[in-house]
């Protein structure tokens, strides 16, 4: 069908013929059937293609417009569009949708924005020996937004506030044994088990991973602030949990003390949030890059992280296998008594902000 009907790709670098159309007859253009030979190719510059194609681009916004909202809530971005059009000798445009009718479909392509960091180690002596072995880092595109941020649970969860937040990436899961062992050449875990979460590890633990990982992939990690962490985890929920208000569901989401055997577990193994995050409600203890405050009066409202060296304490959220329900809340904040202390519930998940390149 392309090579009988002439189609043309249209992208934002450049018109440019897909196929060579040698005076083949055929319904290419949306008001009239003609002939193009060699001498009539030339004819349309695409200067003149560029100019005809923004008023022709202009009709069909409102559908572009569905199509990058739906889009970009999957996760994913439009790289290019494709129209198959069809053009005369003076460059007027018709558009084809590829095996639709007259007037058919635009195509889109999609690029999937979360993207999956690959760690290569050598596993044997001081890692210079032995075979390679890859370890994946899945990050998740976070969407940029606004949303309602604490809760009237607790008083450190007050006021409730607005916050709003540039695109970001968090991981899919909380970084685990495997990928800690990779980046820290050590696993201090409690609970063995490579896909397990990595805990024992204290905040400066978790940020000198991150220095590391930076280091290693060229991309900057860092941990959350508590403003990505709770939208993250509420995925455009306002519930208590990221799927609702009732309690008997979260055995479906979370490890936390009813079901846990006073353990962690695998990551992933329980539901996601709508946003295809893992473990953001129990399993371990997440950190935060944000100092400690007691309550968010004059919290920032643009999602950074809120640092003014009043505290030395760092911030934890979604709960452990040790918890009850209401510390695995979304809106749920803990304090840990110093950036080197650690237990056996204490893990985390990184951000990338830059990502990768788009």
């Known amino acids: 069908m392309a090579e009988e009907k002439g189609i043309w790709i249209i992208t934002a670098e450049d018109v440019k013929p897909q196929t060579e159309n040698k005076g083949k007859k ?5 008001d009239e059937e003609t002939t193009i030979d060699e001498e009539e190719k030339g004819i349309v510059s695409a200067e003149t293609l560029q100019q005809n194609l923004k008023a022709f681009l202009a009709e069909i916004d409102e559908t572009l417009g569905e199509v990058k909202t739906q889009d ?21 445009i018709g558009l084809w949708g590829i095996g639709a009718e007259v007037g058919g479909n635009v195509a889109i392509k999609l690029k999937e924005k979360n993207f999956t960091e690959v760690i290569t180690i050598r596993e044997g002596l001081f890692g210079l020996f032995g ?18 941020m604490g809760s009237n649970e607790s008083d450190n969860e007050k006021p409730i506030h607005p916050v709003k937040l540039k695109e970001f990436y968090i991981g ?34 978790a940020q000198e991973f991150c220095q590391k990982l930076s280091a290693k992939t060229g991309k900057q990690y860092k941990l959350p ?19 609702g208000d009732d309690e008997s569901q979260l055995t479906n989401y979370a490890w936390y003390r009813d079901n846990s055997q006073n353990q962690t ?21 997440e950190y935060c890059e944000d100092d400690w405050h007691k309550n968010y009066q004059n919290a920032p409202n643009d ?35 110093a950036r080197d202390d650690f237990f056996d519930d204490d893990g985390f998940r990184v951000v990338c902000v830059s990502g990768r390149t788009l």
């Open 26 to 30: 055929g319904g290419m253009f949306a």
């Open 72 to 92: 970009f809530k999957s996760g994913f971005k439009i790289e290019e569009i494709e129209l198959s059009v069809g053009v005369n000798s003076k460059g007027k």
């Open 131 to 148: 075979e390679k072995k890859e370890i994946k880092l899945e990050m998740i595109a976070i969407p940029a937004g606004e949303f309602m």
């Open 172 to 205: 899919k899961y909380p970084i685990t044994q495997a990928q800690y062992q990779a980046i820290m050449g050590e696993n201090p875990s409690r609970f063995k088990g490579e896909n397990n979460p990595v805990e024992r590890v204290s905040w400066n633990n």
């Open 225 to 243: 602030s508590e403003a990505q962490w709770e939208y993250a985890c509420r995925a455009g929920s306002k519930t208590k949990w990221c799927f």
């Open 265 to 285: 577990h695998p990551v992933g193994e329980k539901k996601p949030n709508n946003w295809g995050l893992y473990d953001m409600h129990g399993n371990v203890w």
């Open 303 to 337: 999602g950074k992280p809120w640092i003014d060296n009043s505290s030395k304490y760092p911030v934890q959220r979604g709960g452990s296998w040790f918890n009850l329900p209401n510390n695995c809340r979304s809106a749920s904040r803990n304090i840990l008594l």
